[in-house]
């Protein structure tokens, strides 16, 4: 196995677009702006078996209002500026779960900005203890999700240098 850190600029086109594909297949995203938000995150990290994506993560800068808003619905407004990035797009490809690869990925993507604050979300039982495992504290109260407001979202944070 193989894991690949960077900023997108440093991914041939290629690997950009199987990891398009990869998170896009997962669901619960917009396929028509997913290839500019993965052009625009701050870092990809991209697990390979021999040349076959299997498990990905990304460190984003979601635009402030949205991030306000998560923060908000969280009951912790005051806290939003102090974690600019977010950690997303968490997957592992079906057949390679429950192998620890949900971590890796989660400790590579937060090691490349270990000297700031990061976030993320999750209404996934098993996510938030792989959050817990990797430096993640959860903040405020759990919130409906947008795309699907059946599930509870709960917001975790990692500051800087934690
Ligand atoms: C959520 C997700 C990323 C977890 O990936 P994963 O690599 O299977 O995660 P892990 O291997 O750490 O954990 C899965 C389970 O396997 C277990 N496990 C981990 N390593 C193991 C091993 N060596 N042997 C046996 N079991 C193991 C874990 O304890 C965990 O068990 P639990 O569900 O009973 O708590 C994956 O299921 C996925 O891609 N889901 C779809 C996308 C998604 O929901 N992403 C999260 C968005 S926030």
Same mark, same amino acid.
């Given at each position: 196995?193989? @894991?690949?850190?960077?900023?997108? *600029?440093?991914?041939?086109?290629?690997?950009?677009?199987?990891?398009?594909?990869?998170?896009?297949?997962?669901?619960?995203?917009? &396929?028509? @702006?997913? $290839?500019?938000?993965?052009?625009? %995150?701050?870092?990809?990290?991209?697990?390979?078996? &021999?040349?076959?994506?299997?498990?990905?993560?990304? @460190?984003?800068?979601?635009?402030?209002?949205?991030? !306000?808003?998560?923060?908000?619905?969280?009951? %912790? %407004?005051?806290?939003?500026?102090?974690?600019?990035?977010?950690?997303?797009?968490?997957?592992?490809? *079906?057949?390679?779960?429950? !192998?620890?690869?949900? $971590?890796?990925?989660?400790?590579?993507?937060?090691? /490349?900005?270990?000297?700031?604050?990061?976030?993320?979300?999750?209404?996934?039982?098993?996510?938030?203890?792989?959050?817990?495992?990797?430096?993640?504290? *959860?903040?405020?109260?759990?919130? $409906? *999700?947008?795309?699907? $407001?059946? %599930? /509870?979202?709960?917001?975790?944070?990692?500051?800087?240098?934690?």
């Amino acid at each position: 196995m193989t @894991i690949r850190t960077g900023k997108p *600029s440093k991914f041939v086109p290629s690997d950009k677009a199987a990891f398009v594909e990869f998170v896009a297949a997962a669901g619960e995203v917009d &396929r028509a @702006i997913l $290839p500019r938000l993965v052009d625009d %995150a701050v870092a990809l990290v991209m697990l390979f078996e &021999r040349d076959e994506l299997i498990g990905t993560a990304a @460190i984003k800068t979601p635009y402030s209002a949205h991030r !306000r808003g998560e923060f908000a619905k969280a009951n %912790a %407004a005051e806290n939003a500026d102090a974690f600019p990035l977010e950690l997303g797009w968490v997957v592992v490809h *079906s057949e390679y779960r429950k !192998r620890g690869h949900a $971590p890796e990925l989660v400790r590579a993507a937060v090691g /490349l900005v270990a000297d700031q604050g990061v976030y993320a979300t999750t209404k996934t039982p098993r996510m938030l203890t792989i959050l817990s495992e990797c430096g993640f504290k *959860s903040l405020g109260k759990p919130y $409906p *999700s947008f795309l699907k $407001p059946d %599930a /509870l979202l709960t917001l975790l944070i990692r500051p800087a240098g934690g």
